[in-house]
């Protein structure tokens, strides 16, 4: 298996195939072999499992799920990666790259088509600008037991923060709604090349089979949740008049206060279970 994570590997690679890092597709490649085997390694996934990457680069976390799912289908959005791929992770029969924008990829028909009986992962490096559509997509798909991903420090800590923190928003609540986020440990920019200039960290969701709270309108939960963070300084309650124009402030201070919501708190304050009570109440 040829080593691509060695920085002499990867610079032969880059002279033979004339490769060129983009920085439009955030493309930052590991150089140090620890970090993909232990991403796998505690991400649970094993020979019963499928595992779904997206963005591969040049193969180092490829290589690492090939060796321990039954099945690793990859996709690539960067074509010119063709060629190299084929070199560093060609040897596994039990990979499949598709060459695709995951954004525009039915995950549940790839993950019914591909996995069969296979219980179905993903994990992935992401880029950092498209960290939240992409892991938004793979919760909302619902059809994964785990996504396991690496992303940009700040916004591992926003997933796993708790209601109140500085770091708390609606994506911690979207990812909370969907998953049970656990960070798992940190990796510096010096793995990296070319190095980028924050600290990455990786997260793994396991994701629920069933919410963490009742709710009767999804959607209005959702839209809940937008509202109370669209103005971090403003209160709970000008943020809901503002995002529920159709209700009285009147209206909604008697809303808020019959699920025990002071009409002065901040929507940053609000765990949950109480986005639940308060979006089932405005229903």
Not at 31 to 46: A, F, K, L
Not at 142 to 147: E, I, K, P, T
Not at 184 to 202: E, H, I, N, R, Y
């Amino acid at each position: 298996m040829l080593d691509v994570c060695n920085p002499q590997v990867m610079r032969s690679l880059l002279a033979e195939f004339g490769f060129h890092f983009s920085k439009s597709k955030g493309q930052n490649f590991l150089t140090q072999r620890w970090v993909p085997e232990r991403i796998v390694r505690e991400s649970g996934i094993d020979e019963a499992c499928g595992a779904l990457e997206i963005g591969p680069g040049f193969g180092p976390l490829t290589q690492e799920l090939c060796l321990r799912a039954s099945k690793v289908v990859a996709l690539e959005v960067d074509t010119t990666l063709r060629p190299v791929l084929k070199k560093t992770v060609g040897e596994f029969d039990n990979l499949e790259i598709l060459f695709t924008d995951a954004l525009k990829t039915d995950l549940p028909k790839l993950v019914a088509e591909k996995f069969g009986d296979l219980t179905p992962t993903a994990c992935a490096n992401l880029p950092y600008y498209i960290t939240s559509p992409v892991l938004t997509k793979l919760l909302e798909s619902r059809c994964f037991a785990s996504v396991t991903v690496m992303v940009q420090k700040e916004v591992a800590q926003r997933i796993c923060a708790k209601a109140g923190s500085a770091d708390y928003s609606a994506f911690t609540v979207l990812c909370n709604y969907y998953a049970e986020p656990k960070l798992l440990f940190d990796v510096p920019p010096s793995c990296f090349m070319p190095q980028p200039k924050v600290t990455s960290a990786v997260v793994c969701l396991k994701t629920r089979t069933q919410p963490p709270a009742e709710i009767k309108d999804e959607a209005l939960f959702f839209r809940t949740v937008r509202a109370a963070f669209a103005m971090r300084r403003k209160t709970l309650l000008n943020c809901l008049s503002a995002g529920f124009p159709q209700k009285t402030k009147a209206e909604l201070t008697e809303i808020m206060q019959s699920v025990g919501i002071s009409p002065t708190a901040r929507g940053e304050t609000l765990d949950l279970p109480t986005f639940a009570a308060l979006s089932n109440a405005l229903q």
